[in-house]
């Protein structure tokens, strides 16, 4: 397996991973905190990261790579706290959607930042998939302006985040770019949640470890694919991210699947198998 299709798998690796995440995040949300959550799901993921670790390499970068390590971390904690003010205003649906625009910005970023071309491919798929998502979610964007604007920034925010992981590519350990980014969000969210803070049930503290594990296999999937491929490609595969999020929402949380959010994942499978089917002979030409 070449390094793009291994890149494929970890990304909806990554996808079922976070989908995991959140499905636990929803089940536990009526007792614990929003910031708790975000605390224990870095605090674990830092942890996991030392241990993976190489005992040789830096645990902080070196100097040289801090402007975009930094840059990493911060853009990316600031998504997920833009993430989570939005969603407490307004419709998930409407919320969905509009972060799910973030491949369109790292393939803009991966642009501007990385030189990466844009191929006549990704366009129309990215087209494909974020119609594959508006269907799957049916939003009405009927919510307050500022959420929705919270959520659109989350995307950007997102986007040149993961841009900035594509960038360290082959400069930095993927490990040490996660518990880069993990210590960073650990010590934001640890002041953020003190003055809500409430010590955990046993059933919490379970949900807290499980939250923090299913984060921790995200990011490293994550992670690992955006330095493994190029971003713009490899971005494409997030909204597999939909499709695992209705099935578990049927399974775990006893949501309906309507006929619209078969539609829509079968876009978006449509649309990741395109790419990848242009990848491959993209990859055969090139050999």
């Not at 296999?217 to 991210?241: H, M």
């Amino acid at each position: 397996m070449n390094e793009r299709n291994q890149a494929v798998v970890l990304m909806l690796l990554s996808a079922l991973s976070f989908s995991l995440m959140q499905a636990v995040v929803k089940l536990s949300a009526t007792s614990i905190g929003t910031m708790e959550q975000v605390f224990c799901r870095n605090l674990i993921s830092m942890a996991i990261s030392f241990v993976l670790r190489r005992s040789h390499l830096p645990l902080l970068g070196s100097r040289n790579h801090q402007p975009a390590l930094l840059a990493r971390s911060f853009f990316g904690f600031i998504g997920v706290v833009m993430l989570f003010s939005a969603t407490a205003g307004a419709r998930q649906a409407d919320i969905a959607v509009l972060n799910r625009t973030s491949p369109i910005w790292v393939s803009l970023f991966a642009l501007l930042i990385l030189r990466e071309r844009i191929s006549k491919v990704q366009i129309p798929v990215i087209l494909l998939c974020l119609a594959g998502a508006v269907a799957a979610m049916r939003p009405s964007f009927d919510s307050n302006t500022l959420p929705l604007v919270l959520a659109l920034l989350t995307a950007v925010s997102s986007g040149l985040a993961y841009t900035m992981i594509a960038f360290c590519r082959g400069q930095v350990a993927p490990m040490t770019v996660i518990f880069h980014f993990s210590l960073f969000s650990t010590i934001a969210a640890g002041f953020l949640m003190i003055p809500s803070f409430v010590v955990p049930t046993p059933r919490d503290l379970i949900m807290l470890i499980l939250i923090g594990i299913f984060g921790a296999g995200g990011q490293i999937g994550l992670t690992y694919a955006y330095q493994k491929a190029p971003a713009a490609e490899v971005s494409i595969y997030d909204y597999s991210g939909i499709i695992f999020s209705a099935i578990l929402g049927y399974v775990l949380l006893g949501e309906s699947l309507s006929l619209s959010t078969v539609v829509g994942a079968a876009l978006i499978t449509a649309g990741g198998l395109w790419s990848y089917c242009a990848n491959r002979k993209q990859a055969a030409a090139n050999r």
